[in-house]
């Protein structure tokens, strides 16, 4: 009897550590849309533009992986008519749409129908086929945007619209995307000092100096908790080097990943004070351990401002996109993405010509791919083999077979049927499927059989603590 129940406490306590282990790694890891090497690369592009998908697939001479698309929620009647063009042609190819919800009428009108309703919307376009991030609310903590800068609304926001999306979907991810912190609070804005005696903000004074400043944390008072989050994010673009910005110039060297990491200084600007995004949000052995996108990049090209001198545009954008994606080892102007930044999962160049306010509404080129030169170079670069000589910048064959062949298919709550992910090339197979599973599970999108497991050896250690 004494020997039987000494066995019992040993399964018990490897049970214990099961489940910590489980919970620690596994469990909040898992997430299907992250690529077994290397990163994808993706595209913003202009809606009113492309009569369709395919067409700019043809003159991109690459298939990007993912495609962004900027909505309000609540939809409107043209927000949805938009999203019920384009994301099932995204899903016909195999690739990724990148849904940027934002919360436009105010953060008090994601009420839990409201993001239930979005998520039946998102929920049937998976039922097409679809692979979905969903980046809600995304730089709020700039001050330009109706949800910027209200960090007690907009994470109840962000957590009843996760808590929707895990609770009808199953292969749709939360991504969290913040300014860069460069400059914060930003000018002209949102007069923070007015509401000083408010909740928020004590909560954006960090450092509990009376005033909120760039030695506040930037990005922290916003999270809104590794429950409710897949995947982290950051605007970052090069406007210039010297304030107002707006100017047809080089990007400073490493400015990309210097700005990431809070060491970015020059001559005109010192943004040292900055906490280390990527390594608190997503480097492995980091606080929060996320895959990283950033869903908006490009190097400014006012066409209001042009000199017909040097720098050409070949040579602004190009010396912006061998910081994005240098594999090639550190180099003067760029480090080593696949060393400096591993976790960097997601590039999305805004490919688009648009008038912007930032730029006394100058019209910006911000496009690789309308001038042949440099398409074909952005092209190339983006090509190149890392020093395994693997191609590191992965495109959209690559993504349909990591994702693999939908196979699996589950009838959702309200009888309809729900296609989930197939095999990945991780090794699992269906098992991030049932919808049903996730109803009510607080722990982010995991999978069903994550749940199932959990559910059955909690159920042990249950009866272990019965017993003994
Ligand atoms: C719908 O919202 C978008 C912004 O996402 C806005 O540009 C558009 O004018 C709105 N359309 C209608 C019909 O309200
Ligand atoms: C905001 O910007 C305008 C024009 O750029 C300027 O005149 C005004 O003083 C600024 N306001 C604040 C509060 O900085
Ligand atoms: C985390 O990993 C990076 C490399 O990926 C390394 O440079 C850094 O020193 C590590 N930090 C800690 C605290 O271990
Ligand atoms: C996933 O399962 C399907 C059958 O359901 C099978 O055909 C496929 O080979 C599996 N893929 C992997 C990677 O195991």
Not at 11 to 34: D, E, K, Q, R
Not at 300 to 315: I, R, S
Not at 320 to 339: E, K, P, T, Y
Not at 355 to 369: C, K, P, Q
Request: aromatic share 12%; proline share 5%; charged share 15%.
């Amino acid at each position: 009897m004494q020997q039987a129940k000494q066995q019992l406490y040993s399964t018990c306590y490897g049970l214990f550590w099961a489940i910590a282990l489980c919970l620690s790694t596994v469990c909040s890891a898992t997430n299907p849309l992250v690529p077994d090497n290397g990163a994808w690369v993706g595209v913003s592009i202009d809606w009113q533009e492309w009569a369709s998908v395919n067409d700019y697939v043809q003159q991109a001479e690459f298939q990007p992986t993912s495609y962004t698309i900027f909505v309000s929620v609540p939809l409107n009647v043209s927000d949805k008519g938009l999203l019920d063009n384009v994301v099932p042609q995204i899903a016909a190819l195999g690739g990724m749409a990148v849904i940027v919800a934002q919360p436009s009428s105010g953060l008090p009108a994601i009420t839990k129908a409201a993001a239930e309703t979005f998520a039946k919307v998102i929920a049937g376009y998976e039922e097409q086929g679809a692979s979905m991030l969903i980046e809600f609310g995304h730089e709020m903590n700039g001050n330009w945007y109706p949800w910027g800068q209200k960090p007690t609304a907009y994470i109840k926001a962000f957590q009843t619209m996760s808590q929707a999306i895990y609770k009808a979907c199953c292969r749709t991810y939360m991504l969290w995307s913040v300014n860069t912190g460069g400059g914060y609070p930003y000018p002209n804005g949102t007069d923070i000092a007015s509401y000083t005696s408010s909740a928020d903000f004590k909560l954006l004074d960090t450092n509990g100096d009376g005033s909120i400043t760039m030695a506040d944390d930037p990005y922290a008072p916003y999270y809104p908790g590794d429950d409710y989050v897949d995947w982290v994010g950051l605007s970052l673009y090069h406007f210039g080097t010297t304030y107002p910005y707006d100017q047809n110039v080089l990007p400073e060297a490493r400015k990309f990943t210097s700005t990431i990491f809070g060491t970015f200084k020059t001559s005109y600007v010192d943004y040292t004070t900055l906490p280390n995004f990527y390594q608190v949000y997503s480097s492995p052995n980091g606080t929060h351990k996320k895959p990283m996108a950033i869903p908006e990049t490009g190097s400014l090209w006012d066409l209001n401002k042009l000199t017909g001198g040097a720098p050409t545009e070949l040579q602004v954008k190009q010396a912006w996109w061998q910081q994005l994606f240098n594999v090639g080892g550190d180099s003067a102007n760029a480090l080593d993405i696949s060393v400096a930044m591993p976790n960097l999962r997601l590039v999305a160049w805004f490919d688009q010509k648009k008038a912007e306010s930032s730029a006394s509404m100058d019209i910006i080129d911000w496009r690789y791919s309308a001038t042949s030169n440099i398409h074909d170079a952005f092209v190339a670069y983006i090509g190149t083999k890392d020093s395994s000589g693997n191609r590191y910048w992965n495109t959209l064959p690559q993504f349909i077979s990591h994702i693999g062949k939908v196979t699996n298919t589950e009838t959702a709550s309200d009888g309809s049927t729900e296609i989930c992910l197939g095999g990945s090339s991780s090794g699992t197979n269906g098992s991030y499927a049932d919808p049903l599973a996730n109803l009510g599970a607080a722990s982010g999108a995991a999978s069903s059989a994550v749940v199932m497991t959990v559910g059955g050896v909690t159920g042990a250690l249950l009866l272990c603590m019965l017993l003994l």
